[in-house]
């Protein structure tokens, strides 16, 4: 008994929990109700016109064809049976004619509600998927990187790409489905219970065996949805690193060991979309049978009746028609059923996106930061990535960076070095501790106004596939055109643009391909030059180039560098020995602090790294 009890409440508890899901799908749909009552009225009117076709056809023909009274159940309605006996008294000849004009006016109408049914849920179902995408878009861009870090870059577009699309299949097709089918039911079984009362609750009480198949397979549906989602998203982070990583698949030549992975992910998706469509298409003959099981009966108890006289063929044609016209918009709410059980799984992955909230965000009280006076100070800073779990990755940061100040960070690879700068312009809070500028915690600030004081460059240059205007003005799109040219000839770029087919309207490809490393660099620092930060990071960009690369990038650098604050997480001899200060990291903790001299009397670290790393 408890252990019933328990499954009862955990099937309530689904239940809920399903409701709840599809209530947030239907959320959806509220910016366009106005549309949707449109559309409503119009699927009202085409179901109507389509049963008043059958209600019609049926008994008329049988009136026009034998001549005979058309005989009614003595419980018929009595403004049905008026109805029904002034058309006994009207000529065949004479119906034929209202019929044929009569029938004209109907398919009329019933083609022009259905046109714009179709129309407005179409529209509908584009403005939702519009939006839904838009939202979607606009969430990650202000989502933090700590979320970014969690979630694969395919997965994330896998969101924005196969997640809307189940959703738009569910509203375009699947909502209509349900609004004008559900009509049609109701339609179809008000006429039957008007047309013979008692035959129409014996029918009716077969009808609800049709629910248990359709309940049980859309459970399954919806778990094949969410696995075929997950699939796709394993497809798509694939196809992201392989395309974007072509240049090491192809130097380590891994042609075929990546097409034998993509091969099994595509395979794995195969199997489970057609899992999802064998359990559709059962469906089709499962509601068949049903349903010719039920008429099968229903003619063979209603037939003797005919046979006796007691209802002539007409009504009784009516009347099974009716009843058998209930079998196709329940196939279609079947298959309704599955496309929602779908779409609540892509609306469950959908919300995880849109429900996500940024850890780093403005404070009620935030204000403009417009400039530094004095400095910015790390005061006993520790961080870890993962909130309660994880290493910690910086142990009690104590340091000072003065404006004007180039400060150069050092130590061996997992150090801390990148995260401690990123903690500058706030991609991160650390759990302890705080960062300060004169003073002030970073947080009091708005981070558009502290971000808008901070330049990068980093060894992973980041460009757009855009026009390489475009790519130097990213984040001053207003900039004039002397501007632009200017800082790329301070960066030492502009030689090289103008060799280029349409010198600065040159697309440069995805991801800068067309251009060499140097040349990346080179526009990367001309785009810092023309924000013109005060304060500059740098995770210095030279290691990775030719020596000529590499002189033209440091010269442009030199260049970027001067009368601003620096923090450089350096690579070269050459940086190190004009900062004012460095900082050597070891394991997240601060084991060195000063002058180049200083520091290889006083640091073994330092002076190993001096020894075997920046003397190379």
Excluded at 259 to 266: L, M, P, S
Excluded at 434 to 463: C, W
Excluded at 507 to 532: P, V
Aim: hydrophobic letters at 45%; one cysteine or more; aromatic letters at 10%.
């Amino acid at each position: 008994n408890i252990t019933n009890a328990s499954t009862k409440v955990n099937e309530y508890a689904n239940i809920h929990t399903h409701m709840r899901e599809y209530l947030k799908l239907l959320r959806f749909l509220k910016p366009h109700k106005g549309l949707l009552f449109l559309a409503g009225i119009c699927m009202f009117f085409s179901a109507i016109f389509d049963g008043v076709t059958l209600s019609m056809i049926v008994p008329l023909a049988d009136k026009i064809l034998t001549n005979k009274q058309i005989i009614v159940p003595t419980k018929m309605p009595v403004f049905v049976a008026n109805f029904l006996a002034r058309v006994n008294s009207i000529p065949p000849i004479v119906l034929i004619k209202i019929i044929a004009f009569t029938f004209l006016a109907v398919f009329l109408l019933k083609g022009f509600f259905g046109f714009w049914q179709g129309y407005l849920m179409s529209d509908i179902g584009q403005k939702v998927i519009r939006d839904l995408r838009f939202s979607l878009y606009q969430k990650l861009q202000t989502l933090s990187l700590d979320y970014y870090s969690r979630k694969r870059s395919g997965e994330l577009i896998s969101r924005i790409t196969n997640d809307v699309r189940i959703i738009e299949n569910a509203i375009s097709y699947g909502f209509t489905d349900l609004i004008y089918q559900s009509f049609q039911v109701v339609l179809f079984t008000f006429m039957i219970f008007f047309i013979y009362l008692k035959m129409a609750f014996i029918s009716l009480v077969m009808f609800p065996l049709v629910s248990i198949p359709i309940v049980q397979l859309g459970r399954r549906l919806r778990k094949l949805s969410r696995l075929s989602q997950e699939k796709m998203a394993d497809i798509n982070s694939l196809l992201i690193e392989t395309i974007t990583g072509v240049r090491v698949v192809k130097a380590f030549n891994m042609e075929d060991y990546e097409t034998r992975r993509f091969a099994g992910q595509n395979k794995d998706f195969y199997k489970l979309t057609m899992k999802s469509i064998r359990r559709n298409l059962i469906l089709n003959p499962l509601m068949e049978f049903i349903g010719a099981f039920v008429g099968i009966m229903i003619f063979y108890w209603v037939g003797r009746e005919v046979i006796a006289g007691k209802l002539s063929f007409g009504v009784f044609g009516l009347f099974l028609g009716s009843l058998l016209s209930l079998i196709r918009p329940f196939k279609k709410l079947s298959q309704v059923n599955a496309m929602t059980q779908q779409a609540l799984a892509a609306s469950t992955r959908i919300y995880d996106v849109l429900e996500a909230q940024p850890t780093i965000f403005d404070s009620p009280s935030a204000v403009e930061l417009e400039q530094m006076k004095d400095k910015i100070a790390f005061e006993d800073i520790f961080f870890r990535y993962e909130e309660d779990e994880g290493p910690e990755v910086l142990k009690g940061i104590n340091l000072d960076i003065k404006v004007g100040q180039l400060v150069a960070i050092v130590g061996p690879t997992g150090g801390g070095k990148t995260t401690l700068v990123n903690l500058i312009p706030r991609f991160y809070d650390p759990q302890k501790g705080r960062v300060t500028i004169d003073g002030k915690d970073l947080r009091e600030f708005t981070v558009k106004s502290l971000r808008a004081l901070i330049g990068m460059v980093t060894q992973e240059t980041i460009l757009f596939n855009d026009t390489v205007r475009a790519n130097i003005a990213y984040g001053h799109l207003e900039a004039p055109e002397k501007e632009i040219r200017k800082v790329a000839e301070k960066a030492f770029a502009h030689s090289f643009i103008m060799k280029m087919p349409q010198n600065y309207e040159t697309t440069i490809g995805d991801r800068g391909f067309k251009l060499s490393g140097g040349e990346k660099q080179r526009i990367a620092i001309a785009r810092a030059i023309l924000k013109n930060p005060p304060l500059l990071i740098l995770d210095e960009a030279t290691s990775q180039l030719d020596s000529e690369s590499e002189r033209l990038v440091q010269e442009a650098l030199d260049e970027l560098m001067q009368g601003r604050t620096v923090v450089c997480i350096a690579h070269r001899l050459s940086t190190i020995k004009k900062a004012d200060r460095i900082v050597v990291l070891h394991e997240g903790r601060m084991v060195g602090l000063g002058s180049h001299d200083d520091l290889l009397n006083d640091c073994p670290l330092y002076k190993k790294l001096y020894e075997t790393q920046f003397q190379m």
